[in-house]
Nanobody, 124 residues
Framework: QVQLVESGGGLVQAGGSLRLSCAASGLTFSRYVMGWFRQVSGKERESVAAISMSGASTYYLDSVKGRFTISRDNAKNTVYLQMNSLKPEDTAVYYC?????????????????WGQGTQVTVSS
């Protein structure tokens, strides 16, 4: 049974930082593209970042470039999202997801497995 478990969310002031983690089990982690998405109630799920199986390639949403960094540790079956210079508009539920191909990595419909999400709230 595949499980993706996010952690690290919380409440932070604007300009602050958070590090999200997503621990994977039940799959060969190194064979999966990993993505981070976020969703605000009533809006579509939005791709924030993605990282290839080896970690050599990454994708970022334009609005988070230079502030967020995605990384992975295949030995620990974990993907991370370091979020710096947080803004109130970053407030959302953040999800990690796994996909088997590095294709259209910002399309949530391509991802097979999803975590339960972790809330990130940035106060102004």
């Amino acid at each position: 049974q595949v499980q993706l478990v996010e952690s690290g969310g919380g409440l932070v002031q604007a300009g602050g930082s958070l590090r999200l983690s997503c621990a994977a089990s039940g799959l060969t982690f190194s064979r999966y593209v990993m993505g981070w998405f976020r969703q605000v109630s009533g809006k579509e799920r939005e791709s924030v970042a993605a990282i290839s199986m080896s970690g050599a390639s990454t994708y970022y949403l334009d609005s988070v470039k230079g502030r967020f960094t995605i990384s992975r540790d295949n030995a620990k079956n974990t993907v991370y999202l370091q979020m710096n210079s947080l803004k109130p508009e970053d407030t959302a539920v953040y999800y990690c997801a796994a996909d088997q191909l590095w294709l259209v990595v910002n399309d949530p419909n391509r991802y097979k497995y999803w975590g339960q999400g972790t809330q990130v709230t940035v106060s102004s």
